[in-house]
């Protein structure tokens, strides 16, 4: 009559260690990507935040339509041609760009964490959790480009919105993941109603272009 072999407990003790293991290498891959994209996006979010909030703060709330466009009239009072600043413009582009370059190095000192339990994708659990922590460092350079829109806002009426539109990069630094984001934002800093119709040229165009 054969004889049921035993298993050595250090058996045993192997095989716990190597299931638990291989579950936690499943688990880890399989979150890995949820964390790097959770991490991505609070990064991107806190650098836009402190973009938008530097442009409207110290550019944007001292300047005004008028500072930037001259509309000419004919005898009818009718927009025949408009003027831009472009020596307000060029200054409004280097004041945005010092703003938005110490607003974002201040990120670096600000702590920024993501609960673990937003990791599961379950609304109850997205507060719950130690806090992974994520570091933004601003790359140094910021693009910042001047555009502006013509849209139909009544009868016989032009809504002209001037819009910068910011472009950095932010590198994300996390347990998982060190890496280069882009950042991107538009901001409207100014706009106007033109009573009466707007020349042919401008529509569908930009005068910044």
């Known amino acids: 009559m054969w004889r049921r072999r035993k298993i050595k407990p250090k058996m045993v003790l192997l095989i716990i260690i190597a299931v638990l293991f291989l579950s936690l290498f499943y688990v880890e891959r399989a979150l890995r990507h949820t964390v790097i994209a959770l991490a991505e996006a609070e990064a991107v979010w806190h650098a836009t935040h402190a973009i938008n909030s530097a442009v409207l703060e110290e550019v944007s709330a ?13 005898i009818n009072n009718q927009v025949i041609f408009m003027q831009i600043n ?25 702590k920024i964490g993501i609960p673990l339990g937003q990791v599961s994708g379950a609304k109850l659990l997205s507060n719950l959790g130690p806090m992974l ?50 950042v991107k934002t538009q901001i409207p800093i100014a706009d106007a109603i033109i009573v009466g119709p707007v020349p042919q040229v401008y529509l569908g165009e930009s005068l910044f272009r």
């Open 62 to 74: 001292n300047i005004s339509y008028g500072d930037l466009i001259q509309p000419e009239k004919d």
């Open 133 to 182: 922590r994520v570091v933004v460092v601003p790359m140094g350079i910021v693009h910042i480009d001047v555009e502006d829109s013509f849209e139909a806002a009544g009868i016989n009426q032009t809504r002209h919105r001037i819009y910068l539109n910011v472009r950095s990069d932010v590198r994300v630094v996390f347990p998982l993941l060190d890496r280069e984001v882009p």
């Open 86 to 110: 472009t020596m307000l413009v060029n200054r409004i582009k280097s004041e945005a760009e010092i703003a938005i370059q110490a607003s974002l190095r201040q990120l670096e000192q600000k």
